[in-house]
């Protein structure tokens, strides 16, 4: 069988995606990055690759894409994360129809990509100020209330009041805020839902400078969370869509790229 | 996952506002030493307007005015309660830039925002528009053509001249005039002197409290007035007396007491220019969380509305709306007029009996008459020995940072000021 990867190490989480040659997802696992990016990227590829019972040899081409690429020195190829994700989102979005932005919602970044009719990136945005509106924030606020990540979606469906507004872009400002709101005995739930809203006002701002154009794509981690997504929907007035796996829709769009490089270069010899 | 309905624009705009308006209300109830209990009210009926959408005067004629140049005595009496459209909404103020510059005033853009969106609980039946600065004359007639019936109430630019002076009584009278007819009902001697006698009483607690705000120990924040002021552009009248009567027995208990709102060395200071309007506090609060306390303030959202009162000669129909009209020219500080000293003599009057130490003077940034009128406030200030600040702001919750460190480094250079005095 032929298999092709793709690599994408980003600054809190390696995601790898295993695709067939018809281009359909075979498997994927994500594992953190850590400060031996180098190794925890091989360790997992080969994990991954033991749990779907692969040869390394049955790997015929890998992409790297990511931050740390260029560290991933064993890729055939590297490319772009924004390449990356724009290609991996259009082929996660089929069923969907033709997307023409995508928002993505990284571990310490996040960008907004215009696409054209044809699914090239046209232009793109990405947040300027640390980690406001970004996982590592979500991450943050969440410990501040002692809940999980994983429980935020959850918490935001049932907050009963008005969304408590984070006014801080900072982690760090941010913190003393939800504890001084704590302190003062206003819900968990509305706290969740107020950070939820101040993200997506960020996002949507940070949408504005590329253009909304219908057909909304939403991946990363965080894109796992309703409650964020809710909150995302109404700040846009519109529909949006998340992918089965918003997490490795960027390593999905290298490995896809690297079946289409496979077979230029073998025809090209 | 959740299937969860995406919002319509009037939700989302609702949400928006409750938002806004919680942030402030929770900084007022939780961020300073203990509010006074008769605030209770006040912060729950802005909390029931602007969260819960309550809306106050179902059964009754609302009257919208653009600006605070409409006599309220008058709509009182023919039975119509005024609603002051003037707007602090960041929310509405974007949905404006629709309609208007990007540079044009905020509380034009959001009130125009506002009316735009036809998202009311008191709705307005008609509104009255002073042609006063030329943003405000102009949103007149934009709003207008959102569908409502707008009336220009013709407002003269220089304050002194007996033309003038005839020229806003004409005026008024028209304005009567138009407002009875549309109201069925005529102003009599009784009706108008009741409601004069009432805006009267109002504007006398005011100044019971503003004889508190003198003292060295102030009851209460700059801000707490702040929304007792609003409060009367939209509430039950009747309801406002009885809450801010509690309210001055309170403060009258906590000067007794000795209960401070500010800090020991709290700079006190002088507010003026642009109107704060709920929930756009942001200067008044970063000054009092600065450490200074406001004690008094030369804005037509407070101080202006209860300054002056009516000087009635005769108590017959025309002398009275004349009276009012005299009353509102005259009173007028804003800086549409050509000349401006009655303002610079109020803001130094103000210093003087509240034993301030210095004035923040803040203006929109696109408000051309505040920012033009900068230059001789400042420097009537200097010649007077009285320390300002100058600042220019919007409504974007954006340059928070950037304005708290200028206010900051004022208050304490007043503090310093006034230890080297010692
Ligand atoms: S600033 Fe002047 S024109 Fe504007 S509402 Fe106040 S008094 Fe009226
Ligand atoms: S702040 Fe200036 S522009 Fe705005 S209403 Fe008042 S006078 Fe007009």
Redesign the pocket.
């Known amino acids: 069988m032929k298999y092709f990867a793709g690599i994408d190490i980003g600054s809190t989480a390696i995601k790898i995606t295993i695709i067939d040659e018809n281009k359909e997802m075979v498997g994927h696992r994500i594992s953190g990055s850590g400060s031996m990016f180098y190794n925890y990227a091989h360790q997992t590829l080969n994990d991954l690759l033991k749990d779907l019972n692969i040869s390394k040899e049955e790997v015929l081409y890998t992409v790297a894409t990511g931050y740390g690429r260029k560290l991933f020195k064993e890729a055939d190829e590297n490319i772009s994360e924004i390449t990356a994700n724009a290609i991996g989102a259009v082929a996660a979005a089929k069923e969907f129809g033709a997307i023409k932005t995508i928002i993505n919602i990284g571990g310490q970044d996040s960008k907004a990509i215009s696409l054209d009719e044809m699914g090239n990136v046209v232009n793109f945005a990405m947040n300027d100020r640390c980690a406001a509106g970004t996982g590592k924030f979500l991450d943050a606020c969440a410990m501040n209330l002692e809940i999980g990540v994983e429980e935020l979606g959850e918490r935001h469906f049932n907050s009963k009041g008005t969304p408590l507004s984070i006014n801080s872009t900072c982690a760090v400002f941010a913190e003393s805020e939800i504890i001084g709101l704590l302190g003062n005995s206003h819900s968990v739930e509305d706290i969740v839902s107020g950070v939820h809203y101040s993200i997506a006002k960020r996002i949507v701002k940070l949408v504005k400078r590329v253009g909304i154009k219908e057909g909304i794509y939403f991946d990363g981690g965080p894109a796992l969370n309703g409650g964020l997504v809710n909150a995302i929907e109404n700040e846009l007035g519109k529909k949006i869509f998340i992918p089965t796996y918003p997490q490795v829709t960027t390593s999905f769009g290298a490995a896809i790229l690297g079946v289409d490089s496979y077979n230029y270069q073998s025809v090209g010899v | 996952m959740h299937e969860h309905k995406i919002e319509t624009p009037n939700e989302k705009q609702n949400r928006h506002k409750a938002m806004e308006s919680v942030n402030v209300l929770n900084t007022l109830k939780e961020g300073f030493k203990t509010p006074p209990k008769a605030m209770d009210y006040f912060y729950n009926l802005f909390e029931d307007v602007y969260c819960n959408q309550k809306a106050l005067h179902k059964d009754k004629v609302k009257v919208g005015t653009m ?1 605070i140049q409409i006599p309220s005595e008058i709509i009182y009496a023919l039975d119509g309660v005024p609603i002051r459209l ?1 707007n602090g909404f960041y929310t509405d103020d974007e949905i404006g830039s629709d309609f208007l510059p990007q540079k ?5 853009k959001a ?1 125009v925002g506002h009316l735009s969106s036809k998202n009311l609980t008191d709705k307005p039946d008609m509104i009255y528009s002073p042609t ?5 004359t102009k949103a007149g007639t934009l709003i207008a053509s959102f569908g409502y019936e707008v009336v220009d109430v013709d407002f003269p630019r220089t304050k002194e001249s007996e033309i003038s002076r005839e020229f806003f009584r004409r005026s008024i009278r028209e304005f009567s005039a138009d407002l009875s007819q549309k109201m069925g009902k005529k102003l009599s001697r009784k009706n108008l002197k009741a409601s004069i006698s009432k805006i009267g009483y109002a504007q006398s607690l005011y100044h019971q409290i503003s004889e508190f705000r003198k003292n060295k120990i102030v009851p209460i924040l700059g801000n707490d007035i702040f929304l007792v002021t609003n409060a009367f552009f939209f509430d039950k009248i009747d309801n406002w007396i009885e809450a801010t009567e509690k309210l001055v027995e309170e403060l009258e208990q906590r000067v007794k007491d000795e209960v401070n709102a500010a800090g020991k060395i709290s700079p006190r200071i002088v507010y003026t ?3 704060p309007i709920f929930p756009n506090y942001k200067i008044p609060l970063i000054i009092e969380d600065s450490d200074g306390i406001i004690v008094a303030d030369e804005t ?1 959202s407070s101080n202006r509305m209860f300054n002056d009162r009516v000087a009635v000669d005769e108590w017959f129909v025309n002398d009275m709306i004349d009276s009012l009209a005299d009353k509102y020219l005259k009173a007028c500080t ?3 007029f050509s000349k401006n000293d009655d303002r610079i003599r109020r803001i130094v009057e103000l210093v003087r009996s509240h034993n301030a130490d210095g004035v923040i003077y803040q ?2 940034a ?5 920012e033009l009128e900068q230059r001789s406030v400042l420097e009537a200030m200097e010649r007077e020995g009285i320390s300002i600040l100058y600042i220019e702001s919007d409504y974007s919750p954006s340059q928070h940072g950037q304005l708290s460190t200028r206010v900051e480094a004022f208050i304490e250079s007043l503090k310093i000021k006034n230890r080297n005095k010692k």
């Open positions: 600006c003037c044009a005033c905020p509380l034009v009130s006063t600065c030329d943003q405000k220019g642009s109107p037509c804003c800086p549409v203006a929109f696109g408000c051309t008459v505040y």
